[in-house]
């Protein structure tokens, strides 16, 4: 029997008009009912989480959610019971790279987004999924005084894919860098993706992974989906995912998750 299921939000849990459908919450709401944890994952900041396990009453169950891709985690009362950062030492010589590049780049402080005035067609993307306006600043590195969660880097999708090599041929063994989106490049803290938020919600709840079920669509959902017991890709998802996952289901305007727990849990 599954003890937890872990979901994304983006392009998973929500349809492309940024809901979730009835019958994707009456199957999660069922699945709670019954027993089962529900972790709600991404790489958005814990703000533009929080409504969507609010949605599902994850907290009146005893569930989780987590942001920045498992470098903030949050239980059922709403306590972090894990949070991780980039070692400070990175800030500058990361921002060094992305300076002269076509791209913007973003980082968050609390509920707060902040991004370089290097805007392009991308920029404003995060802002509007979670609601939240961009502060415009001269120089990230300059400005940056706090605990860093991560990078988010916006632009064209094939400038991403050279970023994301130039920076991988920086600090790639030093760092986690890849795309969550064709738009979007995270730079994260070594060993810190869904994977092993999933991981350490299980330690939590003492129980093996085994017994988690995971849905994504995404590059950045891949460790979560090789991580668990059942790997769900929805019918949307990266080829990249579906070829990691244990099983491939409707896409996220067609019930995805809800067709996928019917034929795992009945």
Not at 53 to 69: I, K, P, Q
Not at 96 to 110: A, E, I
Not at 162 to 174: I, M, N, R, V, W
Request: glycine share 8%.
């Amino acid at each position: 029997m599954y003890k937890l299921i872990a979901v994304d939000i983006d392009d998973t849990l929500l349809n492309t008009k940024k809901q979730i459908t009835p019958k994707t919450k009456a199957a999660l709401m069922n699945a709670q009912q019954n027993g089962v944890k529900l972790a709600v994952c991404s790489g958005r900041l814990p703000y533009g989480v929080r409504p969507y396990a609010e949605e599902l009453e994850v907290f009146r169950y005893g569930g989780y959610y987590f942001g920045f891709n498992g470098g903030a985690i949050l239980n059922s009362k709403g306590e972090r019971i894990s949070s991780t950062y980039l070692d400070s030492k990175y800030i500058a010589p990361v921002y060094d790279l992305l300076r002269p590049l076509d791209v913007t780049t973003m980082v968050h402080k609390g509920d707060v987004i902040y991004a370089d005035k290097k805007v392009n067609a991308y920029t404003d993307v995060e802002s509007k999924v979670i609601g939240l306006p961009l502060n415009l600043v001269d120089d990230i590195a300059d400005f940056v005084d706090w605990d860093l969660h991560k990078f988010l880097i916006a632009g064209d999708p094939e400038v991403l894919r050279q970023t994301e090599k130039t920076l991988l041929d920086a600090f790639g063994s030093e760092l986690d860098i890849y795309l969550s989106a064709p738009w979007f490049l995270e730079v994260m803290p070594k060993g810190i993706s869904k994977g092993i938020g999933v991981e350490k919600i299980c330690d939590d709840m003492g129980i093996s992974p085994s017994e988690v079920i995971a849905f994504g669509d995404s590059f950045n959902d891949i460790p979560m989906i090789k991580t668990v017991g059942m790997g769900v890709a929805m019918g949307n998802a990266e080829e990249a995912l579906k070829a990691e996952a244990d099983m491939i289901t409707d896409d996220c305007d067609h019930d995805g998750i809800a067709k996928a727990l019917i034929k795992l849990t009945g």
